[in-house]
């Protein structure tokens, strides 16, 4: 996965401020249009202005009826800010009047992780797989890292995943590493060398994968105290994994995705739902 620096809000893409601008005068025009606002508000969130964009979703909330996206729009900017609390309540009414919401799914088990509760973090990205049309590699990914999170119990059922991810993509190094990593705290040392053997010989002389081909080599040829002390490090080496994958990718959630600006119901696997004027 490569990260992308963000810039701070300041230094934004001139873009958004473009669209900012062009949304100022069409509000001139029709004040109060809660789809208009609903369409800044979201753009100043991803401009990093928060208090706009509750400025702007507070007053899309006070049409009659309140636009059926608020809550969605709503529950991202909650989960960005550090709320995941009501992030959750802002998604679960969304996803009861729109069951099935991809981005929706994948936000809800953000909110799910950043309050410890990873299994059911997992349950929303398993729905979100299966509601996708073309499920990225990711999302196998994110949810063998709730299931590893949700304990060691859950640790076959991540393992699972990874296979089901890796049916689908079967060169994927984050799948490749993630199997290795389960494989290896399972003690099934032969499933960890057949991932190893998938990947290009140049990625197998990285130090990480040296280091997991040593911890394979060591259980194969381990008396029972030496194979416990492996399995222990394996099993510490899987969560130090976990812990910094789910960090990095819940910073990847969170950044800024192009909404749609044509009108219509949101499509059930978008990035978002589109906000409709009146």
Not at 131 to 141: D, E, G, I, T, V
Not at 153 to 159: I, S
Not at 167 to 192: C, I, K, N, Q, Y
């Amino acid at each position: 996965m490569i990260l992308l620096a963000l810039p701070p809000p300041s230094f934004a893409h001139p873009e958004l401020l473009s669209q900012i601008e062009l949304l100022d005068v069409q509000l001139h025009e029709h004040p109060g249009d809660p789809g208009l606002l609903l369409k800044r508000g979201d753009l100043y969130r991803r401009h990093g202005d928060y208090d706009a964009a509750r400025r702007d979703f507070a007053d899309a909330g006070k049409a009659e009826p309140p636009p059926p996206d608020l809550d969605f729009f709503e529950g991202w900017l909650q989960l960005e800010t550090s709320q995941p609390e009501s992030a959750l309540t802002s998604f679960n009414r969304y996803l009861a009047a729109h069951p099935g919401h991809v981005k929706t799914l994948i936000l809800r088990a953000d909110a799910f992780i950043a309050l410890k509760q990873p299994a059911k973090a997992a349950t929303d990205l398993g729905q979100a797989i299966s509601h996708s049309q073309s499920p990225s590699p990711a999302l196998f990914r994110q949810q063998a890292l709730a299931l590893v999170s949700a304990g060691a119990g859950r640790w076959p059922d991540a393992r699972a995943v990874i296979e089901d991810g890796l049916s689908r993509f079967p060169a994927e190094v984050s799948l490749l590493g993630l199997g290795t990593d389960l494989a290896l705290a399972l003690d099934d040392e032969a499933s960890a060398r057949h991932y190893m053997s998938k990947l290009p010989a140049a990625v197998r002389e990285l130090p990480q994968w040296q280091e997991r081909l040593d911890l394979a080599d060591g259980l194969a040829g381990a008396d029972p105290a030496q194979r416990r002390a492996l399995l222990r490090r394996a099993g510490q080496d899987l969560e130090r994994q976990t812990s910094r994958g789910q960090a990095i990718d819940l910073l990847v959630a969170r950044m800024p995705l192009t909404i749609r600006v044509r009108h219509g119901p949101g499509d059930r696997a978008s990035t978002g739902p589109r906000p409709r004027p009146r």
